[in-house]
């Protein structure tokens, strides 16, 4: 990182930070993930149940770790020794939990969370169905607009999630989206979330480092 790169990374994250107020999100800024992690925590309850949408960017704040130490109970379909049918189980579990955590894999300068999905439960549980919804996301996540949402996802996002995932997709080869039409295909739905949903209170953390992919 050079000397600019803070500026940068604030001016960005304040501008999307403004946006996503006027689109009706609590939404704030933070510098650093350590303190994102730390307001996170303090909207969370001791007893409330919590979700987890397999984002890198949360996995990066350890605030699973920390929930889990304290009490909460934790619903996360990415658990290690689950079978197809516990992690069915717990996706289901995750659209009705009192906190749901996710990234995103793309915001706009004027404040549209935009993801791609294999099944659909974390777009699901974002829109929908949780107590509250807390996203988290790195400068890296900021893109110009709609058009190039798409292309972050194909270029970025898709392909190093086909990676980290482990599927035999050709973008795992070729290092960006084919838009392929295998069975193991990933990309099968994209949400575009414009303003806050009513009925789902929902707190966006910008955090001004890259985080996540």
């Not at 894999?105 to 099944?119: Q, R």
């Not at 709609?146 to 599927?167: H, S, W």
């Amino acid at each position: 990182m050079n000397e600019f790169t803070p500026w940068h990374n604030e001016a960005l994250g304040k501008k999307v930070t403004e946006a996503l107020k006027k689109n009706g999100f609590e939404a704030e800024y933070c510098p650093s993930a350590a303190e994102a992690a730390e307001k996170i925590l303090a909207l969370i309850p001791e007893s409330a149940s919590v979700g987890f949408g397999g984002s890198w960017t949360v996995k990066a704040l350890k605030i699973q770790e920390k929930l889990a130490g304290r009490g909460n109970t934790i619903l996360d379909h990415g658990a290690p020794g689950l079978s197809n049918e516990e992690r069915m189980e717990t996706r289901k579990k995750q659209l009705t939990c009192d906190v749901f955590l996710s990234g995103t894999n793309a915001v706009t300068l004027d404040g549209k969370l935009v993801n791609t999905d294999g099944n659909g439960n974390r777009v699901a549980a974002m829109i929908f169905g949780p107590g509250k919804v807390i996203v988290v996301l790195g400068t890296n996540k900021i893109v110009k607009d709609l058009d190039a949402a798409e292309e972050r996802i194909q270029m970025v996002a898709a392909p190093v999630n086909n990676k980290r995932i482990g599927l035999p997709n050709p973008c795992t080869q070729t290092g960006l989206c084919m838009n392929c039409q295998t069975e193991t295909r990933i990309c099968n739905v994209t949400t575009i979330i414009s303003k806050r949903p009513r009925s789902t209170p929902f707190h966006v953390f910008v955090v001004g480092e890259e985080l996540g992919f």
